[in-house]
C-alpha cells in the first residue's frame, strides 16, 4: 500500500514510518506539507498519488492553545478539513488522529468511541473540530482518538519528567487520571486498523488507565529514580482547563487493544537508558 504520512516529523509521525515501512511510504513533515493550505493539499495528492493519507499533524501545546486559538484551529480543524476534501474528491480513504481531550472528564468511567463529547480547552474544541469535518466530509476515514502520547524520542510529558527527575525530587498531579499510551504502540495499532477497512472512529490508547502522579511513579520505578510526590492538579497553575478523568476504552469492532500502559513505560525507560 502508498501511505502518505502528514506530519511524518512529529513523534507519531516518526513511529508511523517505522511501524509503515513494509509499505511504500510518502513521510511529509510541514516544511514539505502545510496542511492547512488547500493547494498544498492538492498538489501532494496528485503528486504521489497514495491509496491512503493519515494525518499525524497537530497543534498540541495545550495551553498555548489558549492564547494561539486561529493557529490551533487551523492546524487541528483546517487541516484535516482539507485533507477531507483533498482525500474524498481522489477516492482515497483518510485516517486521522484525535485526542480524549475532546471530553469533559465527568463522565466518572472510561469514555467509550460512542460517548458524547463536550472540550473543556481551545485544543479540545479544535481536535473536535477537526474530527467533525472529517466524519462529514469524508466517507471512508478512520478517526483514531489516543491520550497522553509519549515517546523516548519524542517532546512530551514524561520525557520532561524524564529529565527533571535526574535533578529535583517531582510533584506530579495525582488526581487526573488518563490513558498513557507509548506511541510506538499506537503506530502498531494503526498499522493493523488501515487493512480492515472498517471505517469509523476508534479509542487506541494504553490499557488501564492511571494518574499522572501513578504514570510517573512507574517511570521512576523503572528507571531507578526518587519517587514523586503527589499533588492536588490545582497546585499547578494552568491556561487551559484539562479533563479530571479521560481514560479511554474501545467497544468497536474490530476489537484492536494496545498493551497496558506499564508496558509502555518499561519500553519507554529501555529505549530512554540506550540514548
Known amino acids: 500500500m502508498k501511505i502518505l504520512i502528514a ?3 512529529g513523534q507519531l509521525g516518526r513511529c ?3 511501524s509503515l515501512a513494509s509499505h511504500d511510504l510518502i513521510g511529509l513533515e510541514h516544511a514539505a506539507l502545510d496542511i492547512t493550505r ?3 493539499v492538492r498538489q501532494a ?21 489558549e492564547r494561539r486559538v486561529h493557529e490551533a484551529y487551523a492546524i487541528n480543524a483546517l487541516g484535516p478539513r482539507n485533507l477531507a476534501i483533498v482525500t474524498a474528491a481522489a477516492k482515497i480513504p483518510l485516517l486521522h488522529v484525535s485526542t480524549d481531550y475532546v471530553f469533559d472528564g465527568t463522565l466518572g468511567r472510561p469514555y467509550h468511541e460512542f460517548d458524547l463529547t463536550r472540550p473543556l480547552s481551545v485544543y479540545g474544541a479544535s481536535k473536535l473540530a477537526g474530527e467533525e469535518a472529517v466524519r462529514v466530509l469524508s466517507r471512508r476515514h478512520y478517526v483514531v482518538r489516543t491520550a497522553w502520547l509519549y515517546w523516548e524520542g519524542g517532546r512530551n510529558f514524561l520525557n520532561t519528567m524524564r529529565v527533571r527527575a535526574a535533578n529535583e525530587r517531582l510533584r506530579v498531579a495525582d488526581d487526573q487520571f488518563g490513558s498513557p499510551t507509548y506511541a510506538p504502540h499506537l503506530a502498531e495499532a494503526i498499522t493493523r486498523l488501515i487493512v480492515t477497512e472498517a471505517w469509523g472512529t476508534y479509542h487506541f490508547a494504553g490499557a488501564g488507565g492511571a494518574s499522572r502522579w501513578e504514570l510517573v511513579r512507574e517511570m521512576c520505578r523503572n ?4 519517587e ?8 499547578f497553575a494552568t491556561l487551559a482547563a484539562r479533563p479530571r478523568y479521560s481514560v479511554l476504552t474501545t467497544i468497536q469492532d474490530p476489537r484492536i487493544e494496545l498493551p497496558r500502559w506499564q508496558e ?5 525507560a529501555r529505549g530512554s537508558l540506550e540514548l
Open 7 to 9: 506530519g511524518a516529523g
Open 16 to 18: 508511523l514510518m517505522r
Open 38 to 40: 488547500l493547494e498544498q
Open 45 to 65: 495528492v496528485s503528486q504521489h498519488q497514495p491509496d491512503l493519507v493519515i494525518n499525524a499533524a497537530a497543534f498540541n501545546l495545550v495551553d498555548d492553545a
Open 223 to 226: 528507571l531507578g529514580l526518587d
Open 228 to 235: 514523586p510526590l503527589p499533588v492536588a492538579a490545582s497546585t
Open 264 to 268: 509502555g513505560v518499561a519500553e519507554f
